[in-house]
């Protein structure tokens, strides 16, 4: 059975300083005279217009867009979270085990070689 075909899908998005998201819409793949006359590039998320906010400009957003942002920002903490909790330890536990593995065959490579 064929794999289905999607196609990519590009986006405008509004980040913080840090590179943090707050917030995206779905664009038209942009023109590459576009993206060379902006100083802007496509990254591996298919984001490519990167609109600076910052944090003064809390400020002057109404009360949905104060919700939509501390959403956005709680779920970007609790991904840093889960991924400093959950996926770190699994990988320097495995980091562990090839680190072993590799003293074992470097052994047994030095005895083999005598």
């Not at 899908?9 to 943090?20: E, I, K, L, N, R």
């Not at 819409?25 to 910052?54: C, F, N, T």
């Not at 536990?93 to 070689?113: C, P, Q, T, W, Y």
Request: hydrophobic share 40%.
């Amino acid at each position: 059975m064929r794999k289905a075909r999607r196609r990519p899908v590009w986006y405008c998005a509004s980040s913080m300083p840090d590179g943090a998201v707050i917030g995206a819409h779905p664009v038209r793949k942009p023109r590459k005279e576009h993206l060379r006359l902006m100083g802007q590039r496509i990254d591996a998320d298919g984001a490519a217009d990167m609109v600076g906010s910052y944090v003064g400009a809390i400020g002057d957003m109404n009360d949905i867009q104060k919700a939509r942002f501390s959403i956005a920002l709680a779920t970007r903490l609790n991904t840093r979270r889960a991924v400093r909790e959950l996926i770190l330890p699994e990988l320097a536990a495995i980091n562990e085990k090839l680190d072993r593995l590799e003293r074992r065959l470097s052994e047994l490579g030095a005895v083999g070689g005598k």
